[in-house]
């Protein structure tokens, strides 16, 4: 044969000839060809790691679910350009202000039917308390539109993808034509995320943990809508972070002063000797949206951090 020739590529998967190990041992040679290949093919043991669920959720293995859980988010967000956010935490149970009208209208109905019975009583008081603190929905809705149309390259509204403020603020986000990113966790009751979420961009995560590092990672402010234990959680997981400086200071914009106050005596704190003066310092109250962004633009011009464009500086939406 001439060597000095080219030889054609081969094919990439493809072979004239067969190897050894494409056909099972013949049954002249081994009568049990099939039942033995069929026991070793399907153990468990045979299943290649990364196709064997049963494998993956081993303890042994919790390791690698959190490398993969941190791993796949931070790939999504980086193929879309995502490079700083403003977190929006808030209640899942925050109405918009019609659907608080209509539930309240509802409970007063059933209080007048029965006046007598706590339980209707009960919940024309939740009614009445959601209805009044449904304007915050439209808070949380106009800052998603304040970050969406101020057209920050790389800056989007993360929220936890669920309902009440955290799609308040993916709403507006969405309504101004912008990147919005939503990061679920999975539950033991099945949660759906909101629809205003960018395809693309909603994940869910199975710990805790690697949905909070990602929260923090490239967070540019925090605004904290009334809330409950995840909302308090979170507030409290980066107001640790800042004040121990594991974490470098970002503004916290805690959204309607009264309830806050009432949920988090940070005077008490100080008085206490809890927390430093300076550590108050760590977070400021607003009621509208636009005290909160203009207060995050400000923070950030203030720290030589300017989210807007220099060219822009005058142009704040």
Known sequence: ???????????????????PWEHPKAHAEEPQ?????????????????????????????????LQVDYL???????????????????????????????????????????????????????????????????????????????????LAILTGGGPGAMESANRGACEAGAQTVGLNIALPREQYPNPYVTPGLCMQFHYFAMRKLHFMKRAAAIVALPGGYGTLDEVFGALTLIQTRKSAPIPIVLVGEDYW??????????????????????????????????????WHERNGSPLLPSTATDARP
């Open 261 to 298: 106050r009432r949920v988090f005596d940070v005077d008490f704190l100080l008085e206490a000797g809890s927390i430093d003066e300076e550590d108050r310092d760590l977070f400021w109250y607003a009621e509208t949206a636009e005290e909160a962004w203009q207060g995050i633009l400000d």
């Open 72 to 154: 796949k988010a931070e790939l999504v967000l980086a193929a879309h350009g995502i490079e700083r956010t403003v977190l929006v935490y808030g209640s899942t149970r925050l109405r918009e202000p019609e659907t608080a009208k209509r539930e309240l209208a509802s409970a007063r109905e059933a209080a007048g039917s029965r006046p007598d019975d706590p339980a209707t009583a009960r919940a024309l008081q939740l009614a009445e308390r959601r209805e009044a603190l449904s304007r915050y929905y439209e808070v949380g809705r106009e800052v998603g539109q304040r970050v969406g149309l101020a057209g920050i390259p790389g």
């Open 33 to 65: 060809v099939d039942e033995r290949l069929r026991a070793i093919m399907q153990h468990p043991s045979y299943r290649e790691a990364d196709s064997d669920p049963a494998f993956l959720h081993e303890d042994a293995a919790r390791g690698v679910r």
């Open 1 to 19: 044969m001439n060597h000095r020739r080219h030889c054609p590529p081969p094919p990439p998967r493809k072979r004239r000839t067969p190897l």
